[in-house]
């Protein structure tokens, strides 16, 4: 089960840092990615990380998120987390994580960013 945490409400301008991990699940072994799906429109990819080479690891952004939010991983604690900083109310949405080829089924419950003043 994918379990997304550390949403919630921000003023624009500031900052949150969303975590995924799995129960009964290792995502050591899969390329990660996060998602959101703000009202009324399509789930959107947001951002990756591969499994990496031991030493650096290949990461992807959207456009509208590059230089504003980083993904980082650590195989130790079985995490993926996604810092977001100078937040716009654009990104407001729910975001999700789940594995970049053939997504786990379920998803998770995801974890609401509300970006609003």
């Known amino acids: 089960q994918l379990v997304e945490s550390g949403g919630g409400l921000v003023q624009p301008g500031g900052s949150l840092t969303l975590s995924c991990t799995a129960s009964?699940?290792?995502?050591?072994?899969?390329?990660i990615a996060w998602f959101r799906q703000a009202p009324g429109k399509e789930r959107e990819g947001v951002s990756a990380?591969?499994?990496?080479?031991?030493?650096?690891?290949?990461?992807y952004y959207v456009d509208s998120v590059k230089g504003r939010f980083t993904i980082s991983r650590d195989f130790a604690k079985n995490t993926i987390w996604l810092q977001m900083s100078n937040l716009k109310p654009e990104d407001t949405a729910v975001y999700y994580c789940?594995?970049?080829?053939?997504?786990?089924?379920?998803w998770g419950q995801g974890t609401q960013v509300v970006v609003s003043s």
């Open positions: 789940n594995r970049v080829a053939t997504p786990f089924d379920p």
């Open positions: 990380i591969n499994t990496g080479d031991g030493h650096t690891f290949s990461t």
């Open positions: 009964e699940k290792s995502l050591n072994y899969y390329a």
